[in-house]
């Protein structure tokens, strides 16, 4: 059994404020999850939930106040596992006076990469992530999707086992998603692990083999994006108009109605009889389409659910 | 093996800094055997600093009338040192900030009084009070300090006459001054002006080591008085009874003195071996005068 | 190229694009050309304006930039988060506390150089001549850089745990404090008090920079002990080591924004 590329165990972060910092804020609760090694996992939730919390934990740039949390392996302490570790900082931001070419190379020291291969790392990578015309202005003069694209980069430059990008779509125009949304196939198909956070919900259902949900700091869900949907059967949708006659098609009862056009919603198995009964009812069918289930009504469900849980609490003066 | 790095780190600090005490002090004694403190006193030209401080030049002088003040008390405390910046460092701070009284009043004072208690140069003590009188004519009490200088350090009673003469005609004089200019005509050095003045000084003075020193002369002035005042009833008891006498007690048995003369120290007179009256070797004024007289 | 070496270049790098140094240097340049004049209206005392005004511009221009670079260090580098990136590299916190430390003291070296070199060019437009005594005024230069590293260690220290403008601050208290030691020591016992004890050891502990004041002796070509000049490295060395010590902790525990 390969050892999960990330894991966490109980991972929380309080973070003690007002006077004599006495209050806790609670960012992170309880967080226990596990990224297998070769997937792409996506870190999903509203602003402030979490996600950028548990990637610093997990990067080390800040401690936890209980729990663990191991990368590769390894605790999240050992500094030297990062050699295997690439990550993409939420709005990155970079010596503002030095060059993208600069900026790769100085950080691709770290790897300790020698200087020919360094050179033609830097190379390859600003034409990967498109920036191979504008290596050499000081990036003070760049944009934010420049410097998006420099961060994604700077992330993957050293051919990292485990990549780790936080909000890696933010600021960049579609052309730029699409981009980069192929990087991360690509990474994908090479082997390679991969946890993104994001709010874009259609980028996860479209990247991810599994997504993870926080809301308020704690984990609500995992799996993969169908399975949360929890929606097992399909259903099918008609859309069509009926001029007039009220009588025979008993459906109408169960159809909503804008004017002259209906929508019926009904299961797989009745789709063909009630095509026929439409037919013999000379109704006019204006489209039949498969529901699709999405991501965005159970990331809605869990977000008012949490919210009504939290005034709830209030209310009960807690 | 956080805590006990954490633990690590602290013990490490604090030998660090046990390390820093000990090479200090082996910087100390090196530098005081190369260092000579006039060395550091490079830009003596009093103008040119003025000019280069702008509107600082108060607040640079003052610096620099705390740093004579430092300087003196450094020099009184080690025994054996000069105090040779002590003029240029008093001439900075009074060209820097002309109203700077108390420089003018104590740095007079450590400039004229003899060595172990200042420069011994009673000259550039006046030279220093002039620029104050120049710089603050209505000041009477420098007129006093100046006329104390010429009295006691310099032994110019004309002069010292004189000083209290003008600064009796101060605003706000005291009327003494115009007292005293007339006996120090007249007398030049007598006990009482010498009194009175080391008195005034006791208790105006606000820095212990000027008071301790003021009350030393005073204790001195009148044992020298008292001493003056037994040789005289020696030649008294010379001339009765015609040889003069060994010791005090025939003194008082002859019925000259009631009681045992002491020091104001309480420490008895005796008659030295010329049967002149003198303080007890016990007593500590005894050194003390020998300082104050050694400097005559 | 080791880590510590990458950052302090890096440090370096950005010191040299930061035009505001060529400013100072420039400002110091100057100071020289004034001393010279200077010594002009005087008589005889050309070389000792030279070099007392050179050495204290050399000194005064070095604790600016020792500052005001300092305190920003790390500060930033947390403000502008350009530390995440970095961190995330297989890279010791304090391997970039002590890459910062070089980058800085290299680039105070270089600048400090570059006045030097206008000290002696001021010398010997006066003198016409150099002569083995004037080699002190570099035991001088040495000791002001020394006295420098102490200074940037300080800021480092500020610069890991709180904001630049208090960190400023701090470093100016330090400097006083750091030069008024030595009279601290003879302050009067009896005057103070129950405070005597304090002052005392306060008096060892904090920096003492009069140890590097040798600018009199520099000026009248008298020498320089070798002691105290191996004294005072180890000073400075052992002082930089602690407090970067220090600073180390406080960064290793920090939590980033």
């Known amino acids: 059994m390969t050892v999960p590329a990330i894991e966490t165990e109980k991972l929380t972060k309080e973070y003690p404020y007002g006077f004599l910092n006495l209050k806790k804020k609670i960012s992170l609760e309880n967080l226990t999850m596990q990224v297998d090694s070769g997937e792409v996992f996506g870190f999903l939730g509203p602003n402030g939930a979490g996600k950028s919390t548990t990637i610093k934990l997990l990067m080390g740039l800040i401690f936890p106040t209980s729990g663990t949390a191991r990368l590769l392996g390894k605790p999240t302490s050992n500094i030297e596992m990062h050699r295997d570790i690439g990550y993409l900082p939420e709005q990155p931001y970079f010596y503002d006076y030095l060059t993208a070419a600069e900026v790769l190379d100085y950080f691709a020291k770290f790897y300790d990469l020698p200087a020919a291969d360094r050179k033609d ?86 990247l991810c083999d599994r997504v993870g949900v926080i809301v308020s700091g704690r984990l609500q869900g995992v799996g993969a994006p169908g399975e949360l949907v929890g929606v097992q059967t399909h259903k099918m949708e008609i859309l069509f108009s009926l001029a007039g006659t009220q009588n025979t ?48 009504e159970y990331f809605m469900h869990l977000v008012s659910a949490d919210r009504a849980q939290a005034s709830a609490v209030e209310v009960s003066g807690k | 093996m956080n805590l006990r790095s954490k633990w690590l780190q602290a013990v490490l600090i604090v030998l660090g800094f046990a390390g820093v005490w000990r090479l200090q002090v082996a910087i100390d004694t090196e530098r005081a055997s190369v260092i000579r403190e006039s060395d550091e006193l490079l830009l003596t030209s009093p103008r040119m600093l003025k000019l280069m401080s702008f509107e600082f030049a108060p607040l640079l002088g003052q610096i620099y009338w705390t740093r004579a003040v430092q300087y003196y008390g450094e020099q009184h405390a080690t025994p054996g040192k000069d105090f040779n910046s002590l003029w240029p460092l008093l001439d900075i701070a009074t060209t820097l900030d002309p109203n700077l009284l108390p420089a003018y009043r104590f740095g007079s004072m450590f400039l004229s ?79 009482e002006t010498s009194m ?52 005090l007690n025939q003194l008082i048995q002859s019925g000259m003195l009631s009681v045992m003369p002491g020091d104001p120290l309480g420490f008895a007179y005796i008659l030295d071996e010329n049967g002149k009256a003198q303080l007890n070797p016990r007593s500590p004024l005894a050194e003390k005068k020998k300082l104050f007289d050694a400097v005559k | 190229m080791t880590h510590i070496g990458a950052i302090g270049l890096n440090t370096f790098r950005e010191a040299v694009r930061d035009r505001v140094l060529y400013n100072l240097v420039f400002f110091a340049l100057v100071m020289m050309g004034a001393a010279v004049l200077v010594g002009q209206i005087s008589i005889g005392i050309e070389e000792i304006v030279i070099v007392s005004l050179g050495l204290s511009a050399i000194s005064f221009i070095g604790l600016l930039m020792a500052v005001f670079i300092g305190v920003g260090l790390v500060s930033k580098e947390m403000d502008k988060r350009t530390i995440y990136a970095l961190l995330s590299k297989p890279v010791r916190r304090w391997e970039f506390l002590l890459g910062k430390f070089t980058g800085l003291i290299f680039t105070l070296v270089v600048n400090t150089a570059a006045m030097a070199a ?113 004294q005072n490295t180890l000073y400075a060395a052992l002082y930089c080591a602690i407090v970067l010590a220090a600073a180390s902790m406080i960064l290793s525990r920090r939590n980033l924004k």
């Open chain 1, 121 to 206: 790392r830097v190379r390859r990578m600003l034409r990967k992530v498109g920036l191979e015309t504008a290596g050499d202005i000081q990036l003070r003069k760049y944009s934010k999707g420049m410097l998006q694209r420099v961060g994604l980069a700077q992330a993957i430059l050293h051919d990292p086992q485990l990549v780790i990008l936080d909000e890696p779509m933010s600021g960049l125009d579609p052309v730029g998603r699409r981009e980069v949304r192929d990087i991360i196939l690509e990474l994908k198909n090479a082997g390679k692990t991969i946890l993104f956070s994001t709010h874009i919900l259609s980028d996860a259902e479209m």
């Open chain 1, 249 to 296: 098609v008993r459906l109408l009862s169960h159809a909503t109605r804008t004017g002259d056009r209906y929508r019926l919603e009904l299961p797989e198995a009745e789709l063909y009889p009630a095509l026929d009964q439409l037919r013999d009812a000379s109704a006019k069918i204006l489209s039949v389409a498969q529901v699709k289930p999405s991501l965005e």
């Open chain 2, 113 to 191: 009084a003899h060595a172990p208690g200042g420069a011994g140069r009673p000259d550039l003590a006046v030279s220093l009070l002039q620029r104050g009188i120049r710089e603050n004519p209505d000041y009477w009490r420098f007129y006093q300090d100046l006329g104390f200088i010429y009295y006691m350090d310099a032994k110019d009673y004309p002069k010292a006459a004189q000083a209290f003469e003008e600064g009796s005609r101060r605003p706000n004089a005291h009327i003494w001054m115009r007292v005293m200019a007339a006996k120090v005509a007249a007398e030049g050095e007598s006990f």
């Open chain 2, 196 to 247: 009175f003045l080391w008195r005034d000084v006791y208790q105006t003075a606000i820095d212990p080591d000027t008071k301790k020193g003021a009350l030393a002369h005073l204790q001195v002035l009148q044992a020298r008085q008292d001493c003056k005042q037994l040789d005289a009833l020696s030649e008294e008891y010379e001339k009765r009874l015609g040889h003069r006498p060994s010791n």
């Open chain 3, 118 to 230: 206008g000290l002696f060019a001021s010398l010997l437009y006066v003198k016409h001549h150099l002569e083995r005594t004037d080699a002190i005024v570099l035991v001088a230069v040495y000791f002001v850089l020394l006295k420098l590293a102490i200074i940037v260690s300080l800021a480092l220290l500020f610069s890991c745990s709180t904001s630049s403008l208090l960190s400023i601050l701090y470093c100016a208290g330090f400097y006083v404090a750091g030069s008024f030691v030595q009279q601290m020591r003879t302050l009067r016992a009896d005057l103070l008090g129950p405070f005597a004890g304090v002052m005392r050891w306060l008096s060892y502990l904090l920096p003492n920079f009069q140890n590097f004041s040798v600018t009199g002796l520099a000026a009248h070509g008298v020498p320089v002990p070798r002691t105290l000049i191996l």
